[in-house]
Every structure is written in structure tokens, then in C-alpha cells.
């Protein structure tokens, strides 16, 4: 669990460098107690990005084997730009809802508009062919519509709407989870 989690959680949030040697993740500082989580396992310690406008905090790690290992399941450098399906069909079917919790906690929203009454949302953003492939997962494991994927600039972003879909999808991420994002 915790290692599809986190793979997708770095799919969302990491960044391979150029180099392929060192791995990076920046987060809001409000953040920093799951930042820590993850640097905690390599025994690391989460640090400030001086001369940002808001607080952020970010974990690196040089090491090209963890890279290599990232690069091999399909997380490359400028990873937008590149096909990230591949990453999801390398996790096995029984941790793909851990990986799948581990992108929405980084790349991903639940929302409640009360414009004209009490609306749910509940999306996720990245590449075109990932939102594809975890949009078709989510459906065929709790029985929900399939959205349309909209897709804006280089990402593209899945949402179903309303209070039924929203809570099917947020049962069958959560229940029962190890890890996660508390304030999501």
C-alpha cells in the first residue's frame, strides 16, 4: 500500500531531475506533515524554499537508483509532456486504488459549490492517458458513470459531480487506508 501510494503521490508531485539522480517534491507548507512522512522513510528531513511568495517546503533525494527505479515504472523527467499511463499499468490491479488515492492527495480535489444548491465534485488532473486509464479503473470499481476528461493546456482533468459519485469514489479510496493526505 504504501508504496503505490507514494508512487503516486511522486506521479503527481514529483520531479525526477534532468540528471536522473535526484528526486524533489515541493509543497505548500501546509503540507509539511505528510511531506515528512516521505522523507522520514529515506531519512530525510523536509526543508524551506527560501524567496518564495508562499510558504513552501520540499524533500530531495540524490540517488539514481530510487531514479532509475522511478524512471523505469514510467516517471520521467518533464513528465507533463509524456505518456504516464504506463506508470499505472506497472502497479498490480490490488494497489492501483493506493496509487490512485496517492495522485488525487497530490494532483487532486473534492469541492462544494452552493451557487444553486449543494454540488459535489471530485477531480484529478495530469496526462491525458493517465486520466484515461485511473477515470476507467475508478468506474469499473464502484460502478459510476465515466466523465469526460477535459483537457486544458498540457492536462487534462477528470470530474464526476454530485454527492453519490463523489462519496462512491471517496469510500473505495479511503476505507480502510494506511496512509493518506489528513486534510483531503
Not at 502497479?91 to 494532483?107: A, E, Q, S, T
Not at 480535489?109 to 476507467?136: P, Q
Amino acid at each position: 500500500e504504501q508504496k503505490a501510494y507514494w508512487l503516486g503521490f511522486i506521479t503527481a508531485d514529483g520531479n525526477v531531475h534532468r540528471d536522473e539522480s535526484t528526486l524533489q517534491i515541493n509543497l505548500s507548507a501546509v503540507d509539511d506533515g505528510h511531506l515528512a512522512k516521505l522523507a522520514m522513510i529515506f531519512r530525510r528531513e523536509v526543508k524551506s524554499i527560501k524567496h518564495s511568495k508562499t510558504p513552501m517546503r520540499y524533500f530531495s533525494i540524490y540517488s539514481k537508483r530510487l531514479c532509475g527505479d522511478l524512471i523505469q515504472l514510467g516517471v520521467l523527467p518533464n513528465k507533463t509532456d509524456e505518456d504516464q499511463s504506463a506508470i499505472f499499468n506497472n502497479v498490480p490491479n490490488h494497489l492501483k486504488r493506493h496509487f490512485i488515492r496517492g495522485l488525487f492527495d497530490g494532483d487532486g480535489s473534492i469541492a462544494l459549490s452552493d451557487k444553486y444548491k449543494k454540488h459535489f465534485t471530485f477531480a484529478v488532473i495530469g496526462e491525458h492517458r493517465l486520466m484515461s486509464e485511473v477515470a476507467n479503473f475508478i468506474c469499473e470499481k464502484t460502478g459510476i458513470r465515466t466523465p469526460k476528461i477535459a483537457t486544458e493546456h498540457r492536462c487534462s482533468r477528470i470530474r464526476w459531480s454530485g454527492l453519490y459519485q463523489c462519496l462512491a469514489i471517496l469510500e473505495w479510496l479511503y476505507d480502510g487506508s494506511e496512509i493518506f493526505l489528513a486534510r483531503k
